[in-house]
C-alpha cells in the first residue's frame, strides 16, 4: 500500500515535471517571438523617413482675371462638346437646328453688321427646305431616321468645289453676299 502511494506520487511529481517543462518550453518560443518582432519593428522605424508633408505642397496661386476668363471659357467649351457628344445621333429637325446653329456662328464672325436673331430664322428657314431626308440620302448618302451629327463640317466658303458638300448661297441670307455656306460630310474611319 505505501509503494503504491509512492509510486502515485512519483508519477504526479512527474507529469507536473514535464508540464512545467513543456509550459517553459511553450514560453520561451513566444519571447523569443516577441522579441524578434520587437527588433523588426525598431529596424523598421529606423529605416523610415521622416517627411514633412507640408514641404512638398505648393501655395495655390491666385489667377488674374484674364486667365480665370479663359478657364471659364475652356470649361464651358468642353461641358458644350460632351453635351453635343452625348447627343450623337439626331433626327432630320435636330440635326437642321445644328447645321443652322453653326452657320448662324459663322456668318455673325462673317458679317459683323448683321443681326443675328434675322441671320437665324433665315438660315433656319432656307435649311428646313434644303435639309430634307431625300437631300441627305441622295447628297449624303444617308439613311434616316437617325443621324450622327460629327459627320458634319459647316463652313463659309467664296466657292463650290467640294465634293460631298451643299453649298447654299449666301446670297439668298445677306443681300449682295458671294459666299457660299458649305455644309459637307466628313467620313471618319470607322
Known amino acids: ?42 529596424e523598421v522605424k529606423k529605416n523610415e523617413v521622416k517627411v514633412n508633408p507640408t514641404a ?18 475652356e470649361a464651358a467649351e468642353e ?10 445621333y439626331v433626327t432630320l429637325e435636330e440635326a437642321q437646328d445644328y447645321i443652322a446653329e453653326k452657320s448662324t456662328e459663322l456668318l455673325r464672325k462673317e458679317f459683323p453688321n448683321e443681326k443675328s436673331n434675322e441671320l437665324n430664322n433665315k438660315v433656319r428657314a432656307i435649311l428646313s427646305t434644303t435639309i430634307t431626308a431625300k437631300v441627305m440620302k441622295d447628297k449624303f448618302y444617308l439613311n434616316g431616321p437617325k443621324y ?18 451643299l453649298n447654299i448661297n449666301t446670297d439668298k441670307i445677306i443681300d449682295n453676299s458671294n459666299k457660299y455656306i458649305c455644309i459637307t460630310r466628313t467620313f471618319s474611319a470607322e
Open 1 to 42: 500500500m505505501k509503494n503504491k502511494k509512492i509510486i502515485g506520487i512519483i508519477i504526479a511529481i512527474v507529469v507536473v515535471i514535464i508540464i512545467i517543462i513543456c509550459g517553459s518550453i511553450v514560453y520561451n518560443k513566444k519571447q523569443k517571438n516577441n522579441i524578434t518582432d520587437q527588433n523588426t519593428k525598431i
Open 79 to 88: 461641358w458644350k462638346i460632351k453635351e453635343n457628344s452625348d447627343k450623337k
Open 56 to 73: 512638398n505642397m505648393q501655395k495655390p496661386k491666385m489667377l488674374t482675371e484674364k486667365e480665370l476668363e479663359k478657364k471659364e471659357k
Open 148 to 165: 450622327d451629327l460629327h459627320q458634319f463640317d459647316v463652313e463659309i466658303r467664296p466657292n463650290d468645289d467640294l465634293k460631298f458638300a
